[in-house]
């Protein structure tokens, strides 16, 4: 018997089912396995008896496969469960290399982001100290676009697509009222800033909104940035500035309203940068101010995905079963550009250890001098991600999408 | 001569400016008019001169009234100004009809919820008081769904779309986690409950989200909401609540967090009932909670408008040319519907001096006893409203819409 097992982590994105659905199919069509499992609810899944079996779910092959791609969050459902070292509770391993034995398990495919890779940089560090056989493999997924040696993440082609789609929508939204106003749209991304630069991608021939764009790469001012409102509002009604949730002023510290709570990684849990700034506007200049963060729908909007994400989020996840197969373990894979114009990648791997723990920010070069707008080369890098529409089905009015009743038990 | 003027008022909707396509082909088709030209930012335009020749600008026709059907918000830019009463201030009336009478003006088009009926209202009064000739008709739109005499509003069905939708996505991204949830999502709604009852629609087989639904039309108790949430997370993880922004208590109190001030309509301006609410839990039952406004994008986000709600404001507004041909005035477009099964209406009017300063409630047939769910009689009217997707082209990956550029001198 030659079995696998894959699992979600982290948090959701429209294309992260995509990456099963590719899992699942690379596998199915390799015919090297007998039975694909599905973990439920990440790495916890295995170590709290909950598994699907997916050859038996998925049998009927193609229609299933393509409407799991079109399905937003994550069909195998999440966890934020932190690994411990191994030396520290060696338990929790033995228990998850005695669910790979007994279920003679060839590979298991995690799904997710940084965190997601620390498990599998973990799990591959134990899977070598005991000479397991079993290949560990990391499939990235995150709107922040954040891991490092890829060249953007899955998940993060859509985000972007929604975020700049939905700018302009709330830009057309803006423009209706002649008195002056300021429009401030908060975007996801605690350390990173390429969700909120995609905002970039909304500007049109007719509307250059996001006039402004903020990301944690530079240190915020808030003086500098009333200035930048004020002249604005000079020559122009309606100001929209684009924000990451992440922003920090030049000593660090997080411009947020919200009382700093902390995750079990250790994150800062943030909300309010929108309302900061909101309030900074009507106090300082009195000018009629909105805040609108885009919430969760920025990364579970599979009506308006990227085409070109899903396709690479499949394709990507079809690519797991081969290196495995192949022999590798301890990678996580990869998207290599190989051409902008026209936009061709090739998918690869990199050893995960060099992946996780580590994030890749926007470079300095694809942010203007000023720390208020994005380059030309920010948007050429961009660009290509966003295109083409997911051709998503709706059923009653509503899309229609995978039922995950094995979640709700 | 004969020609003819149209503008737009009130808050944006996915299908006011397929309202004013249709206005304009249904002119234009008429072969009656001379010309047509629409007010820019509504009655201001007349007031201060800001006025385009849609005869002109709409001349290559159907490609750009069809692009104008798909494109979100107000075209023609909106204004929020009340009309004084006649007897008041009669230079703003004699103002607007000496502008008429110079651009031999035969009908005036107002497109709008009901503030703009005010207007028709008033400024038909004024007609009738002059012996003016001047047609004056009022086309609905609003996402609140609350004008007398009409089935359903111009703009409601894509708003109702967007939120149903949405809001199953949002399912699928709380329901990745085990750990106890609880997720309120605000939707717009100061008076009426017609556009969180559409958060019905999200309902599938296998996600019985929302869990809750309040309605402004309801009395809210924190208490029995504490006490709904409490009992349903003995049975599941997840508890998602769809919550309009007007909700009050017993004694009329809107259950906010924002500080009240009033609009120039004398409307309290609100925000933060999901914020009230999301305290209510963290306080009270110590569960994971979130909440998320929908904000905007519920009323601009052409990219999920109905194709039901785009197709009947094209006709409604083609029917706006009939009527004022036809020699009514004072009267407002309405939708008459005269089968649910298979869903048809039909198009007709109603006089505007029983819609202007009222509004259409939730009828509590429609609402569950307890008051935290809607019944199969508001699923039955709703359903219909929100079926088919509009064809959205996109460009460079995001939505193509008809340039602005005239709101932005």
Chains 1, 2 share one sequence.
Not at 10 to 34: H, K, R, W, Y
Not at 105 to 134: C, R
Not at 294 to 315: G, I, P, Y
């Amino acid at each position: 018997m030659k079995n696998c097992i894959v699992a979600q982590s982290g948090g959701p994105t429209a294309a992260i089912n995509a990456s099963l659905s590719g899992v699942i199919a690379g596998v199915m069509n390799s015919q090297e396995f007998d039975t694909i499992y599905g973990s439920v609810n990440g790495i916890t899944g295995i170590l709290e008896q909950r598994i699907v079996n997916l050859s038996t779910l998925f049998a009927s092959g193609k229609p299933m496969l393509d409407k799991l791609i079109q399905t937003p969050a994550m069909y195998l459902g999440s966890c934020r469960y932190k690994m411990p070292a191994a030396n520290e509770d060696p338990e929790v391993y033995k228990a998850i290399f005695r669910f790979f034995e007994e279920h003679e398990i060839y590979a298991f495919f995690y799904i997710g982001g940084n965190d997601s890779m620390d498990t599998v940089d973990k799990l591959s560090a134990y899977a070598a100290s005991i000479e397991s056989p079993v290949r560990i493999i990391g499939v990235p997924k995150t709107i922040d676009n954040d891991l490092c040696l890829t060249d953007h993440t899955p998940g993060f082609g859509s985000a972007a697509k929604y975020v700049a789609s939905t700018l302009l929508e709330i830009a057309h939204d803006a423009y209706i009222y002649r008195a002056d106003s300021v429009t401030i749209v908060e975007v996801m991304g605690r350390d990173s800033g390429w969700l909120t630069a995609a905002s970039v991608l909304a500007r049109t021939h007719y509307s250059a909104a996001p006039h402004l764009i903020y990301l944690p790469e530079c240190a915020f001012s808030p003086e500098e940035f009333l200035a930048d409102v004020k002249q604005l509002l000079t020559k122009q009604h309606h100001v929209i500035v684009a924000v990451s949730e992440g922003i920090r002023d030049k000593d660090g510290q997080y411009i947020s309203a919200s009382s700093n709570t902390v995750d079990n990684f250790g994150h800062s849990q943030l909300s309010g940068v929108g309302k900061t700034l909101e309030y900074y506007v009507k106090e300082q200049l009195g000018v009629k101010v909105r805040s609108i963060e885009l919430n969760v729908l920025q990364r579970c909007a599979s009506h308006l995905a990227s085409k070109t994400d899903l396709d690479e989020a499949f394709r990507l996840g079809q690519h797991a079963a081969t290196c495995a197969l192949s022999g590798q373990t301890a990678v996580m894979l990869t998207y290599q550009r190989t051409s902008n114009a026209p936009y061709t990648i090739t998918y690869g791997t990199a050893p995960v250890c060099d992946i996780a723990n580590k994030a890749k920010d926007v470079p300095r070069s694809f942010i203007n001098e000023r720390g208020n707008d994005v380059t030309v080369d920010m948007i050429d890098y961009l660009t290509p991600l966003i295109q083409g529409e997911a051709s998503i089905q709706y059923e009653n009015g509503v899309p229609a999408y995978l039922p995950v009743d094995h979640l709700l038990s």
